[in-house]
């Protein structure tokens, strides 16, 4: 078992430029998480998907897109990269979210630097 | 105010030692309760879940939960180097879709 799996581990952007942060579990959860990490500000939910099908916007989602492939996958795209969006991305998933114990497992994270 | 509020430390104590962590939530009616682990350029690991007032034990660690003052806290017994981390408490209102987490303690031990 992998857990939950990101690539790419580090990038580097240019302001203005695309990408896709890409997020994948093998824990067959329900739920999935694109979180961001930034220095003093703690771990704030972007986006999530309570299931296959369908996401919803978390605390700070100006500035992405998210894609629910399937069951196992869940991208994060950054259309225009911005310096604000330097930080560290973390993709998390659990196995229903509507379920009050509920634990998220979290992958590596992604470090990305917006020049 | 915040969801979520922790002491950023950092929290040093000897090798040995009881590492006492505390987290404050805002919302009276929070349902679930999370410690995570972080190590330095790495992703949280999740140490230990509470629901229920009262104490909660597994091997070293111990989550005490006080619904009435709003109040988590993380005991480490017999502190290790490797227990240096950031701490992460995590807080979960009914009906929620999302975790709320505070910014973190930072704990050194010190050999």
């Known amino acids: 078992n992998a857990g939950v799996t990101q690539t790419p581990k580090f990038q580097v952007l240019k302001t203005g430029q695309s990408m896709t942060l890409q997020c994948a579990q093998d824990m067959n959860h329900n739920s999935m998480y694109w979180y961001r990490q930034d220095p003093g500000m703690g771990l704030r939910l972007i986006y999530y998907s309570a299931s296959e099908g369908t996401t919803d916007k978390g605390e700070v989602p100006n500035g992405y897109n998210v894609s629910r492939l399937n069951k196992r996958e869940f991208s994060l795209r950054l259309e225009s990269a911005a310096p604000s969006q330097t930080s560290v991305y973390f993709c998390a998933s659990s196995s229903s979210l509507h379920t009050p114990g509920d634990t998220q497992y979290f992958g590596p994270g992604t470090r990305l630097t917006v020049l | 105010q915040k969801e979520v509020e922790q002491n950023s430390g950092p929290l040093s104590v000897p090798e040995g030692a009881i590492a006492s962590l505390n987290c404050t939530y805002s919302d009276r009616v929070s349902q679930s309760f999370f410690w995570y682990r972080q190590y330095s350029g790495k992703s949280p690991e999740l140490i230990m879940s509470?629901?229920?007032?009262g104490d909660k034990e597994d091997g070293r660690f111990t989550a005490q939960l006080n619904k009435a003052s709003q109040y988590v806290s993380l005991l480490i017994r017999d502190s290790q180097p490797s227990d240096s981390a950031t701490y992460l408490c995590a807080v979960k209102l009914p009906g929620a879709n999302n975790l709320f987490f505070g910014t973190g303690t930072r704990l050194t031990v010190i050999p």
């Open positions: 509470i629901y229920s007032n």
